[in-house]
């Protein structure tokens, strides 16, 4: 059985920092690209972060550019999210997933529908 466990959430105040960690099970995914999901209050699902299977390449939100930073270890079968100076607005549950579909653009990493692998989310809240 396939899992994604993600791990490193919870309560910071703003200009804090956390690192989530998204550990991969039932089978690797060191060829895969992965990526961060959130999804805030009364929002749908939004983009936050992905990576190459290589880890050569990185993308990032808007919002969050500058602020996180996405990163793997393939012999560990892990991928890593690096949040600093953390905002209210950040709060929301994170999602780590993970796709075995064949990237034909960078574009293709930005949408949650390319990928079919889920974690079940992590809580990460920003206090002002």
């Known amino acids: 059985q396939v899992q994604l466990v993600e791990s490193g959430g919870g309560l910071v105040q703003a200009g804090g920092s956390l690192r989530l960690s998204c550990a991969a099970s039932g089978r690797t995914f060191s060829s895969n690209p992965m990526a961060w999901f959130r999804q805030r209050s009364g929002k749908e699902r939004e983009f936050v972060a992905a990576?190459?299977?290589?880890?050569?390449?990185?993308y990032y939100a808007d919002s969050v550019n500058g602020r996180f930073t996405i990163s793997r270890d393939n012999a560990k079968n892990t991928v890593y999210l690096q949040m600093n100076s953390l905002k209210p607005e950040d709060t929301g549950v994170y999602y780590c997933?993970?796709?075995?579909?064949?990237?034909?653009?960078?574009?293709?990493?930005?949408?949650?529908?390319?990928?079919?692998?889920w974690g079940q989310g992590t809580q990460v809240t920003v206090s002002s």
């Open positions: 990576i190459s299977r290589s880890g050569g390449s990185t």
């Open positions: 997933a993970a796709s075995t579909y064949r990237f034909a653009s960078s574009g293709d990493y930005y949408s949650s529908q390319n990928y079919n692998y």
